[in-house]
């Protein structure tokens, strides 16, 4: 199944919807696609079957307003599983893969707060001037689960959907001497796209290895990344068993893979020079897209203004 979040054209409402053929069948109920987790999928299809049995309105997708599929997750965790995207950017600062990351898939948390939908606009980021996109997917946790063995991890995952993960590489870098984070630089927006699809419908995608998936992204109509989920070092089981050692996954989490070989501008900039690949600034148009996972679409709009720090108050 797939399944999409909108904003009904009747009364303004948030609706989840299932989606066939390029069309959205609205739910009649106020049910978020979180609430339909939390099991072995049984909830997502009794609720599919009655929706599309007597939807609310039949909405065509081109047309609607799309939301991410889960607007606010409980939480996002964002690994760096791509060997082909570290690789050059290391190499371009004479530095190597520390061993480490061929031992545990890592990642951090970013901000569930600052989703927006795969056509909504994006604000710089505040004092930001190295403006970049992460091509990515990511898994939904369908049900809740505790020191998970990858082969348990399988099940656990109730879909994937598209990621942009949009990073502002100078605060990064600012950050990142500080020793946390990172910080500002990420949490400013994460885009999901347009559906959220249900294992079921690409039932490989969790295994190791992963299915060959293309990806690709654009900035103003011009081709930049071309990538393959396929490439993925860590599966998304290593990945969820690693983030539910001693403590909880939970259903509507989200597991992003990191960025695809190439999925990036810091990524490009390394292999072809930053004359080739400049930053993203506001004005720019950037669409990422994925085999079977829909398309981003997003304009980069001004940053909003921002107070000073007392600090640094006049």
């Not at 606010?72 to 061993?99: C, N």
């Not at 720019?284 to 108050?313: F, K, M, Y």
Request: proline share 8%; with cysteine; charged share 20%.
């Amino acid at each position: 199944m797939r399944w999409s979040t909108y904003l009904s054209p009747a009364d303004g409402t948030e609706r989840i919807a299932v989606v066939r053929g390029g069309i959205l069948h609205g739910s009649r109920s106020p049910h978020k696609l979180v609430d339909l987790l939390g099991d072995d999928g049984a909830k997502l299809a009794a609720a599919a079957g009655d929706i599309l049995a007597d939807p609310l309105e039949q909405v065509s997708c081109a047309a609607a307003m799309l939301l991410a599929p889960i607007p606010v997750p409980p939480s996002i965790r964002d690994f760096m599983a791509f060997e082909d995207h570290l690789k050059p950017i290391l190499k371009a600062r004479g530095a190597e893969m520390d061993p480490a990351w061929y031992e545990i898939p890592a990642f951090y948390f970013t901000n569930p707060a600052a989703v927006l939908g795969p056509t909504s606009d994006v604000h710089v980021a505040p004092e930001a001037a190295e403006l970049d996109f992460e091509l990515e997917v990511a898994a939904v946790i369908g049900k809740a689960g505790s020191n998970l063995s990858p082969a348990q991890a399988r099940g656990h995952i109730a879909g994937y959907l598209l990621l942009c993960d949009w990073s502002a590489r100078d605060l990064q870098r600012r950050e990142r001497g500080i020793g946390l984070g990172p910080v500002k630089g990420k949490d400013w927006a994460t885009t999901f796209g347009p559906v959220f699809v249900t294992a079921d419908e690409l039932p490989t995608l969790s295994g190791d290895p992963a299915p060959r998936l293309g990806m690709r992204a654009s900035v103003n109509g011009r081709p930049y990344s071309d990538g393959n989920l396929g490439d993925l070092y860590w599966s998304f089981a290593d990945m969820i068993s690693y983030a539910s050692r001693g403590t909880e996954v939970r259903p509507g989490d989200i597991i992003g893979s990191g960025t695809v070989g190439t999925g990036c501008i810091a990524d490009l900039a390394a292999r072809h020079g930053p004359d080739q690949y400049p930053w993203l600034a506001a004005g720019d148009r950037v669409q990422l897209e994925a085999d079977q996972l829909g398309a981003i679409d997003c304009l980069l709009v001004p940053a909003v203004p921002v107070a000073p720090l007392s600090r640094h108050a006049n």
